[in-house]
């Protein structure tokens, strides 16, 4: 829209949000009036999929189901002051997934040895 900015929601859902309120919303980081969520709420959002995933690596074991929860929880941390949050849940998803796999070449040695 030329003379707006418009906010899609995670439902598909669309808003049409005047310039002045969107730029505010951007520079501050907090939701523009009326919208449905923050920057870091819709981070929230679209990591639980990706938590999803992951803990359905770990094939029913508990104990590598709490490392992977541990391990999102430690990535969104230092994720937290990223000023592009677009793309914090794919990296959230990548650290995971590296450590995870590392884990698991460090368990393989262990069992090799």
Not at 26 to 32: A, I, K, V, Y
Not at 49 to 75: F, K, M, Q
Request: proline share 5%; hydrophobic share 35%; glycine share 8%.
């Amino acid at each position: 829209m030329p003379d707006g900015t418009q906010d899609v929601s995670v439902d598909g859902s669309a808003r049409c949000t005047p310039p002045a309120e969107a730029a505010q919303s951007q520079e501050t980081g907090s939701p523009s009036q009326g919208g449905t969520s923050s920057s870091s709420a819709a981070v929230d959002v679209r990591l639980q999929p990706v938590e999803s995933r992951l803990i359905a690596l770990a094939g029913g074991d508990t104990a590598l189901e709490r490392a992977v929860r541990r391990y999102v929880a430690e990535s969104l941390t230092r994720f937290e002051t990223a000023r592009v949050r677009q793309f914090v849940p794919i990296l959230v998803e990548r650290e995971v997934r590296d450590r995870l796999r590392a884990r698991m070449q460090a368990g393989a040695e262990e069992r090799r040895a």
